[in-house]
């Protein structure tokens, strides 16, 4: 069995920026245009009028100010609110593909690697492109990677469930080192028309290296354990698959897109996120006290706030989990991965850290790091 470590993280962050002052313009003429549609129906009382949104409500809800997304015009547009992707041919590399690529060209990059010393590619992601052929082979094509690649969604816990399958394969001697990569095209399943979710999501492509410790570059983290969990809940969900063209549904479908409960959500996924990362602590002798950093999931910052509260009995100063959300907005599951990306070069050598995602499923997602 080999020793593994993280040897490097990349990122590919999208052209377009989307402040919330953008945003709250864009849903708000929305909002004057269905209810100038309806007004009848909201003057007889069978239809409620529809209510403006504002940046202070957007802030005070979820600590988000801005977000990257790959088509800003088609978002602001009020007659349109979704992004403009023009379709690909088939011989042109896929824009989950495209953004996955150059993610993890950064990470390899930075470990100073090439596709030659790879062996796998994960594509980790909460919503796939496409059923088939795997995105995830399709980036292994792109790079020149020989051996195996796949796709895996557990919605935003997939960049920890894929670091995972990437330390088993290292460990068990399968692959010298897997590239566990990221595309959150998030902006095309967001209900960009619904005032309580409309600002939670932004576009972005992280990328994970995975390799023998004893490959690893100086400075790398070794992976001292992973733990994964689930258990079902119907509070976050997404219905679209391939069974809503057999069931006669309209794409426009409200649950056809991203929804959730979000005070249920936070009243159950919290306390268990703070349980199983002290969990997992536990099962290798250590406490959060011996934590140097949590590099948790980014979706909305009470909730980083209270389970780092939880963990350490007060609250947590930036440096101990840093924040990013208010940049990238929630990034699904490469939000975890952009706070490892961002704040891990002051971390000394010997100091542990901790990543964790945590979303629909539920699911939740841990790996205790050690700095070497």
Not at 229 to 239: L, Y
Not at 289 to 306: E, G, P
Not at 326 to 355: K, L, Y
């Amino acid at each position: 069995m080999h020793r593994v470590a993280i040897s490097s993280t990349g990122i590919y962050i999208p052209p377009e920026v989307i402040t919330n002052e953008e945003l709250v313009q864009s849903f708000n003429a929305y909002v004057a245009l269905e209810n100038s549609r309806h007004a009848a129906e909201i003057t007889a009382g069978s239809r409620p009028a529809l209510v403006e949104s504002s940046v202070e409500f957007i802030e005070k809800a979820s600590g988000i100010k801005r977000r990257y997304v790959m088509d800003k015009a088609g978002v602001l547009d009020p007659k349109r609110m979704r992004p403009h992707f023009a379709p690909r041919p088939d011989d042109q590399i896929s824009m989950m593909a495209e953004i996955g690529v150059a993610a993890a060209r950064d990470a390899l990059q930075r470990a100073g690697k090439s596709a030659a010393d790879v062996d796998g590619v994960i594509c980790a992601s909460a919503n796939m492109q496409r059923a088939y052929p795997a995105m995830g082979v399709e980036i292994q094509g792109a790079l020149g990677i020989a051996g195996f690649a796949f796709d895996m969604n557990v919605a935003c816990s997939s960049a920890t469930f894929g670091i995972e399958m990437a330390v088993n394969a290292v460990k068990s001697g399968s692959a010298r080192a897997v590239l566990v990569v990221d595309p959150e095209i998030t902006s095309s399943h967001l209900a960009w028309q619904d005032r309580d979710c409309h600002f939670i999501f932004g576009d972005v492509c992280t990328a994970i290296l995975v390799e023998r410790l004893d490959d690893a570059p100086a400075g790398a983290f070794e992976v001292l354990g992973t733990k994964l969990q689930t258990a079902f809940s119907n509070n976050i969900r997404n219905n679209a698959g391939f069974m809503s063209r057999s069931e006669d549904r309209d794409p426009e479908d409200r649950d056809q897109l991203f929804r959730q409960e979000g005070r249920k959500v936070f009243k159950e996924v919290c306390p268990m996120a703070a349980e199983h990362i002290s969990g997992h602590l536990a099962a290798h002798d250590m406490a959060p006290k011996d934590v140097r950093r949590f590099w948790l999931h980014q979706a909305n910052l009470a909730m980083n706030q209270f389970i780092s509260r939880r963990l350490l009995g007060r609250d947590p100063t930036p440096e101990e989990a840093p924040v990013i959300l208010d940049e990238f907005a929630n990034t699904a599951s490469a939000g975890s991965i952009i706070a490892f990306h961002r704040h891990h070069d002051d971390i000394q050598a010997g100091e542990i850290g901790v990543i964790c995602s945590f979303g629909a499923g539920y699911s939740i997602g841990s790996v205790i790091l050690r700095r070497c």
